[in-house]
């Protein structure tokens, strides 16, 4: 199976500012004959199913804010909100569905306002 | 609009059984992978089974093989999971979610909790 790690485990980003989330998969999720790289983003508020936020890497799905960027390829990717606003206040998960079936998450990072 | 609705969780022993269902709405049932995810406690996702649209094909995480079967029934728009000698550590809310690689809609979830 393809292990998924994120950093940080959690981190505190003023209102306004940057908030940056890395992922790293233990082998490439980049599918060379289609050029495209199989990770998903998501995001869980409390009491809350999780969200998807991106696919493909970084394809925003309709409705999520542009501040939700996300970037990398093959084995490191990263999540960027560009303007921390008190509504993104949550935990974050990057997903690999290059292994299908055996999908497999992140352990998650926790947002929060400084 | 896309509605998937799980139920049948609730208080089992060790050793017991459950099966959940998850009621699906909104769009073309019979044309999606379907799958279940859970989430322990305070802890992160774990994706758990899917399910091919024709039933031709499912697929388990190692810890559930041979005590978990997943289900469909694409005259009734529903996904089930029977769950068979529960452990604690099956301890978790399960969710359904439409799809076999990502995952865009997903129900609330239902808790199921192995104790005794």
Redo the contacts between chains.
């Keep these: 199976d393809i292990v998924m790690t994120q950093s940080p485990d959690s981190l505190a980003v003023s209102l306004g500012e940057r908030a940056t989330i890395n992922c790293k998969s233990s082998q490439s999720v980049l599918y060379s004959s289609n050029n495209k790289n199989y990770l998903a983003w998501y995001q869980q508020k409390p009491g809350q199913p999780p969200k998807l936020l991106i696919n493909w890497a970084s394809t925003r799905e309709s409705g999520v804010p542009d501040r939700f960027s996300g970037s990398g390829s093959g084995t490191d990717f990263t999540l960027t909100i560009s303007s921390l606003q008190a509504e993104d206040v949550a935990v974050y998960y990057c997903q690999q569905y290059y292994s299908t079936p055996g999908i497999t998450f992140g352990p998650g990072t926790k947002v929060d306002i400084k | 609009e896309v509605q998937l609705v799980e139920s049948g969780g609730g208080l089992v022993q060790p050793g017991g059984s459950l099966r959940l269902s998850c009621a699906a709405s909104g769009f073309t049932f019979s044309s999606y992978w379907m ?1 279940w995810v859970r989430q322990a406690p305070g802890k ?4 758990v089974a ?1 399910i091919k649209q024709d039933v031709s ?1 499912r ?1 388990y ?1 190692d810890s559930v093989k041979g005590r978990f079967t997943v289900s469909r029934d694409n005259a009734k728009n529903s996904l089930y999971l029977q769950m068979n000698s529960l452990r604690a550590e099956d301890t978790a809310v399960y ?1 359904c979610a439409k799809g ?5 809609n ?4 239902t808790l199921v909790t192995v104790s005794s």
């Design positions: 799958t992160g996702l774990e994706w899917n094909e697929y995480v969710y076999g690689s990502w995952y865009g997903w129900g609330q979830g």
